[in-house]
């Protein structure tokens, strides 16, 4: 697949122009790769975040990336897992609406988590397939745009089950 790679690892450590943020609603910060993100980056972000007034389910906001090797962060909020149908279109809106607003701001590379995988319980395979669908689509949207994508793994077996949703 042109344009998307993958990387097993710590998403605060890669060099791109955005990373991508699995933040909540409030954009105060929490646990998993949000609290990884806001240790990396510092203070600074957080001050920031607080100017933003919160974000909403699907959408997207950016800041500095402070401390980080990445110079923006995009905060997007995944859906907390419930089976309802929404979820699937707010999952989707949260990669394609980042991705626009990094269009925006002259981003041309950029690094998404497993956004909803962890605490907020989506299903990794599913979360995989509505992730890939929103890029592929938002990439031949944005077909005359240089946009390289880094898909990040945290584990092993979290890339296991990306290989094996696009093998089919
Ligand atoms: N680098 C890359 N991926 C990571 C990292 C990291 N450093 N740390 C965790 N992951 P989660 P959510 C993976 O729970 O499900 C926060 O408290 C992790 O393995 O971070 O969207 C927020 O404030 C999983 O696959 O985000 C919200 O309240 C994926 O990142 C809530 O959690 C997402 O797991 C959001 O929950």
């Not at 955005?18 to 909540?24: L, M, Y």
């Not at 089976?83 to 607003?101: F, I, K, P, R």
């Amino acid at each position: 697949m042109k344009n998307i790679e993958f990387y097993v690892g710590d998403i605060t450590k890669l060099k791109v122009d955005a990373i991508v943020n699995a933040a909540n609603s409030s954009l105060l910060g929490g646990g998993g790769v949000d609290g990884a993100i806001h240790r990396a980056a510092g203070p600074g972000l957080l001050n920031e975040c607080r100017g933003l007034n919160g974000c909403r389910t699907g959408e997207a906001k950016i800041t500095k990336g402070y401390n980080l090797p990445a110079k923006y962060v995009i905060h997007t909020v995944g859906p907390i897992y419930s089976g309802a149908e929404s979820d699937e279109t707010d999952l989707y809106n949260c990669y394609y609406n980042s991705l626009s607003l990094a269009k925006e701001n002259d981003v041309h590379s950029i690094a998404f988590p497993g956004i909803s995988t962890g605490v907020y319980g989506y299903p990794k395979e599913a979360a995989a397939k509505t992730a890939l669908g929103a890029i592929t689509t938002w990439l031949s949207d944005n077909s005359g745009y240089d946009m390289q994508i880094t898909i990040v793994n945290f584990s092993e077996h979290d890339y296991e089950i990306y290989q094996s949703v696009i093998g089919r």
